[in-house]
């Protein structure tokens, strides 16, 4: 496995920051950006935090995939909800704008819902839930993706990994947040094995003859691409364990990135051209944010979602096992863990692309990994 040198996270993010400025992006925009990459770090999800600074979004800038400076246009918005164009602007950018009118919307009449078309790849989507949370809100959002996955029965990946993703706040350290996609795996997991030389899981995969990849994470990720193999659906392949369920919620994540909004789907998110030119991805998300306040309030709200979080926990533990954990406990503890040693885990490739991408610029930042 390659080595890690932890890098303090303010110190992280500003780099990144002053980088995404280097590339165009403005200033307030980029530590937006730089913040929800960060986040993902503190959680513990590797596969979304600094290992895709880079390849995922300033490579994208570069090649014009993405607009630096992102363009929202407001389609049609009421009281409660508003329909955005991003004009392939910065997911993050867009994503921030519209969970915090989501958000604004809820306070004033119970529920907000923003739906956007024309964006690009918003980092971890458990970071808008959140931002609900803080405000004693239930947060839900949810986007489509390059079309890598393929339904119960199929072998073409046919949509995205879609995470459905919910925060509820409660009276702990740390709120309920279920954040994770509805294929076994997600693409951006796959690029991270790749990175550190790890193989594929058994049964994530399956190829276009409908046998399991396994293996070499780069040669999947590379057939994947090619459209040779697929990811698999939560519960896996067929329906003996539930396949199906997954790509039941996939489909709901895909029909409501799309349909509102009257954005693009499936195959026409794959980012190439009829003659394999990079194009922009043109994804969709959407936003809900729902008041506590407007039920029984705030206060209530958060105690009786830790009362029933610390009832589960607290219920008897099978054999050989520790503990139980629930939605967003394990990444608070991922969080207080990598706090006390020093911020956020860099491996070797990151590294050398930091340096690369520091001296290129000119940029007066020294990490530890040099010493």
Do not use: W
Not at 99 to 107: G, L, Q, V
Not at 210 to 225: Q, S
């Amino acid at each position: 496995m390659a080595k890690s040198n932890y890098v303090d996270f303010d110190y992280v993010e500003a780099f990144m920051t002053d980088v995404f400025e280097k590339y165009g992006v403005p200033r307030d925009d980029a530590k937006i950006i730089a913040n929800v990459l960060v986040e993902s770090d503190k959680r513990g999800i590797n596969s979304h935090g600094v290992n895709r600074f880079k390849p995922i979004y300033l490579d994208r800038i570069k090649d014009g995939v993405v607009n630096p400076v992102t363009k929202e246009e407001i389609i049609k918005e009421t009281e409660t909800t508003a329909v955005i164009d991003g004009h392939d602007g910065m997911g993050h950018v867009i994503s921030h704008k519209a969970m915090s009118m989501a958000i604004e919307k809820a306070k004033k009449y119970g529920m907000g819902m923003v739906v956007v078309r024309n964006s690009s790849h918003y980092g971890i989507a458990g970071y808008y839930p959140s931002m609900a949370c803080k405000e004693g809100c239930i947060g839900i959002t949810g986007t489509n993706a390059r079309p890598s996955v393929a339904p119960t029965f199929g072998v073409e990946g046919m949509f995205g990994t879609n995470p459905l993703t919910i925060g509820i706040p409660t009276d702990e350290d740390f709120d309920f947040l279920i954040d994770c996609a509805t294929s076994i795996t997600q693409n951006g997991k796959i690029e991270y094995y790749e990175r550190i030389g790890e193989d594929v899981h058994p049964g994530t995969v399956i190829d276009i003859d409908g046998n399991p990849v396994e293996g070499d994470a780069g040669v999947a990720l590379k057939k994947i691409r090619q459209g040779t193999a697929a990811l698999t659906t939560l519960g896996g392949i067929g329906e003996d364990l539930g396949g199906y369920k997954g790509y039941g919620y996939a489909m709901v994540v895909e029909l409501l990135s799309a349909v509102l909004q009257d954005g693009d789907y499936g195959k026409a998110l794959n980012g190439v051209d009829e003659n394999g030119k990079k194009i922009p991805y043109h994804l969709g998300h959407f936003f809900i944010a729902i008041d506590t306040n407007h039920f029984l309030g705030e206060e209530l709200t958060r105690k009786k979602a830790g009362e029933i979080l610390r009832s589960v926990r607290n219920s008897k533990v099978a054999p050989g096992e520790q503990r139980i954990y629930t939605a967003g406990e394990k990444e608070y503890l991922v969080y207080l863990d990598r706090k006390s040693k020093g911020g956020v885990p860099i491996n070797e490739s990151v590294q050398k692309e930091f340096i690369q991408i520091r001296d290129e610029f000119g940029l007066d930042y020294h990490f530890p990994f040099e010493d």
